[in-house]
């Protein structure tokens, strides 16, 4: 056989062993084992086994991962994320629908020093669920408002999603962010639009709230400093190339700690549940990038990636096809990828093989091809029958897994708007790390 159909046959055995429930990491490792010692022999595999492992890990940028991934853990256990949702209540509430805006601008502030989806919507499903319900918002409305905005998460910087991205493809994960931030602040613009007309078509399933007192906005905007400044140091040190990412991490969740305690929002027993949350996240998503390591080095070996980008270039050239026309159909694969896998393990995944064909077959910027695939897999996060936010609300706040189905469509309608925008308008993305290269 082929080197590609070596590889062809091991991608199918991962889709295989993956939908019979074993671990994703534990699967990669074993299929880019076998693969390697199929093509190169089992000398070959053996030493990949034993230097894959530590030399991917050990290095420097990856110890921005559980450094961010701490920061986001103290800011959630610390409680400071309800005072953004009462801030943004205290500035929108007196809107018609605007408890629901609030709720997405609170998942914006949040997402600045989160990084991660799910985290969003539990955290602010919680604080805001209780509120809209007090104030007779519609469930439907309230609820698809939360776990579209818990979307959020992965996009504004820290992301977990393009460390992992720039991890695997060798991107700067310092442009990555930067390029997350102007598609992050306009999706929480459409969605405050999308909850305004919803609001304005059906009045009664948004109703507003008492207008607080300008005194009641100054003092809550006080309250949420601790997070601002967080955010702040991340963004100006890593814009300005003053700190590099791990560093970013390491500092942003020292100063998020010091705040914590200094305010009395962090106890003892809490700080070792936020050690214990951090670590256990941080390991699981160590081995699954080991074992997505594996899986490169036989997609290298077998050539299957640049052979498919060199078929659909081909293709593409052949019947004059648009390129866009391409992205349009890897588009659709992502969001049924991301209905059934978690973010992290549908870009470690597909990867090794999606990516070479987008930036060496059709000649896109990979920067820009990491928010792209970021912004699906966030749709595909809120997309029925299988949106992974939509089920962790159901348990979170009790709600009918209907109600969400149903309310979740204009939410949906404003994410293709919004890609379209992104696609269309690849200046949207790469302007800031323009300006931070230029810098």
């Known amino acids: 056989m082929s080197p590609e159909t070596v590889g062809a046959i091991g991608i199918g055995i991962l889709i295989v062993l993956l939908f019979s429930r074993m671990w994703i990491g534990g699967t990669m490792m074993i299929v880019g084992i076998l693969g390697c010692a199929i093509l190169a022999g089992w000398p070959t595999a053996h030493s990949l086994a034993g230097v894959v492992a530590y030399g991917q890990t050990a290095s420097y940028t990856m110890a921005s991962l559980p450094m961010f991934v701490f920061m986001g853990s103290i800011i959630a256990i610390s409680g400071l994320g309800s005072d953004l ?9 007196h809107i018609r629908g605007g408890l629901a805006m609030a709720t997405v601008v609170a998942c914006g502030l949040f997402a600045a020093v989160c990084g991660e989806s799910t985290a969003t919507a539990v955290t602010m499903g919680k604080i805001a669920f209780p509120e809209m319900k007090k104030y007779h918002y519609d469930e439907r409305l309230a609820a698809s408002a939360i776990a579209s905005g818990g979307t959020i998460g992965i996009m504004i910087p820290p992301s977990v999603s393009f460390i992992l991205y720039g991890l695997i493809t060798e991107d700067s994960i310092g442009h990555l962010f930067m390029a997350g931030v102007i598609p992050g602040i306009s999706q929480v613009v459409f969605y405050m639009v999308i909850i305004g007309v919803w609001g304005r078509i059906k009045p009664l399933h948004a109703p507003a709230a008492p207008r607080s007192s300008w005194r009641d906005r100054g003092r809550s905007l006080l309250t949420v400093w601790p997070v601002l400044f967080v955010f702040f140091i991340v963004f100006y040190g890593m814009y300005n190339g003053v700190f590099t990412p791990a560093e970013c991490g390491a500092i942003g969740a020292l100063v998020a700690l010091i705040t914590s305690f200094a305010l ?29 390591y594996f899986l490169m080095r036989f997609m290298a070996l077998s050539h299957l990636p640049s052979a ?32 059934f896998l978690d973010v992290i393990a549908c870009i470690l995944l597909t990867l ?23 912004r699906v897999i966030e749709m595909s996060m809120i997309s029925p029958p299988f949106g992974l936010n939509l089920f962790v609300l159901t348990k979170s706040i009790d709600i009918d897994l209907k109600k969400m189905y149903k309310g979740v469509w204009p939410f949906l309608a404003s994410d293709i708007l919004h890609l379209v925008l992104l696609v269309v308008f690849p200046q949207i993305s790469l302007w800031l790390p323009f300006q931070m290269r230029m810098a």
């Open 264 to 292: 009395r929002r962090m106890n003892r027993r809490q700080l070792i549940k936020t050690i214990e949350d951090g670590i256990r996240t941080a390991a699981l998503t160590f081995f699954i990038i080991i074992g997505a």
């Open 85 to 93: 949702y009462i801030a943004a209540r205290n500035w929108f509430g």
């Open 308 to 339: 498919m980008g060199t078929a659909i270039v081909t293709w593409q050239q052949t019947y004059s096809i648009p390129k866009f026309a391409i992205i349009g159909v890897i588009v659709v694969f992502y969001l049924i990828c991301g209905c």
């Open 352 to 374: 090794p093989i999606v990516h070479p064909v987008i930036v060496g077959g059709l000649g896109f910027d990979s920067i820009w091809w990491g928010v792209i695939m970021v």
